[in-house]
Antibody, heavy 125, light 110 residues
Framework: QITLKESGPTLVKPTQTLTLTCTFS??????????VGWIRQPPGKALEWLSL???????RYSPSLKSRLTITKDTSKNQVVLKMTNMDPVDTATYYC?????????????????WGQGTLVTVSS | QSVLTQPPSASGTPGQRVTISCSGS????????VNWYQQLPGTAPKLLVY???QRPSGVPDRFSGSKSGTSASLAISGLQSEDEAEYYC???????????FGGGTRLNVL
């Protein structure tokens, strides 16, 4: 059974850097065709994809947020970390991590399944 | 403004069949496969359909996906009260080199 859980601060101040950790079990991020993604959802709004890290450490970022995001993995700890710099109140959202199936040779994302429960991050001074 | 366009709301009565559309372009739906996610109030999204029309194990066959050209659809037959949720389509966009979600459709079961 695959499970994921997000952890990190619930409140950050504007201009600070947000660090979120996704701790997972039930799969290995060293297996071909496996990735972990981050998605966020502002209150009452739609889902927005942030980043994806592949089994071979390849990475993809949302074009609109690329300059602010860094994704890393620690395969031995079964963790993926997302850092987002220069936080602003508009970044207030529930942040989800999710297990992803991707093309082993094409690297094209196929699906997120399952998702973590999410963690609400509020940006306020 | 989402890259993928969904109607903001849909509704139906118990037992009815409803369809939710997702409109994209040649760089996303026209080229890549589509997923559908169900998000019940206060919970994380759950995968309903992947690769346009495939259901993960455990998803009832009342849910079905289809695609034609640059549009995709999610059909829900035998509507039940527990189907009341937000539904999102998603796919990869080759032009953006990133994953895109639709704006979501709120399904109300009357």
């Amino acid at each position: 059974q695959i499970t994921l859980k997000e952890s990190g601060p619930t409140l950050v101040k504007p201009t600070q850097t947000l660090t979120l950790t996704c701790t997972f079990s039930g799969f290995s991020l060293s297996t071909s065709g496996v990735a972990v993604g981050w998605i966020r959802q502002p209150p009452g709004k739609a889902l927005e994809w942030l980043s994806l890290i592949y089994w071979d450490d390849d990475k993809r970022y949302s074009p609109s947020l690329k300059s602010r995001l860094t994704i890393t993995k620690d395969t031995s700890k079964n963790q993926v970390v997302l850092k987002m710099t220069n936080m602003d109140p508009v970044d207030t959202a529930t942040y989800y991590c999710a297990h992803a199936i991707v093309g082993e040779y094409s690297y094209i994302w196929n699906r997120f399944d399952p998702w973590g429960q999410g963690t609400l991050v509020t940006v306020s001074s | 403004q989402s890259v993928l366009t969904q109607p903001p709301s849909a509704s139906g009565t118990p037992g009815q069949r409803v369809t939710i559309s997702c409109s994209g372009s040649s760089s996303n739906i026209g080229t890549r496969t589509v997923n559908w996610y169900q998000q019940l109030p206060g919970t994380a999204p759950k995968l309903l359909v992947y690769s346009d029309d495939q259901r993960p194990s455990g998803v009832p066959d009342r849910f079905s996906g289809s695609k034609s050209g640059t549009s995709a659809s999610l059909a829900i037959s035998g509507l039940q009260s527990e189907d009341e949720a937000e539904y999102y389509c998603a796919t990869w966009d080759d032009s953006l080199n990133g994953l895109v979600f639709g704006g979501g459709t709120r399904l109300n079961v009357l």
